[in-house]
């Protein structure tokens, strides 16, 4: 299974940009979905994330901004990113966790907020 991120570019503080994450093909036995980012000579940090039952957890630094969403049919993860600011540039990567087995990750899309 291939996880294809898309949606990231350039856009101004203030703007949003929505992000998605396509698989290949059905991924059984999911546990959750999740977006982590990682800034330049930064960690990588878990961004946003949401379970197999629909609940959903934000990093503090994203609450009210940030929204998670999935779409089962399309096998598809979305993350919409509203009011950006500068320090939300980073390579945004999705992820998908199994109840067992390997965490599939994507290739990573590159967010960059001009301020």
């Known amino acids: 299974v291939q996880l294809q991120a898309s949606g990231g570019g350039l856009v101004q503080a203030g703007g949003s940009l929505r992000l998605s994450c396509a698989a290949s093909?059905?991924?059984?036995?999911?546990?959750?979905m999740a977006w982590y980012r990682q800034a330049p000579g930064k960690q990588r940090e878990l961004v946003a994330v949401?379970?197999?039952?629909?609940?959903?957890n934000y990093a503090d630094s994203v609450k009210g901004r940030f929204t998670i969403s999935r779409d089962n049919a399309k096998n598809t993860v979305y993350l919409q990113m509203n009011s950006l600011k500068p320090e939300d540039t980073a390579v945004y990567y999705c992820?998908?966790?199994?109840?067992?087995?390997?965490?599939?990750w994507g290739q990573g899309t590159l967010v960059t907020v001009s301020s």
């Open positions: 992820n998908v966790a199994p109840i067992q087995g390997y965490d599939y």
């Open positions: 093909r059905r991924i059984f036995n999911i546990n959750r």
């Open positions: 949401i379970m197999i039952g629909g609940s959903t």
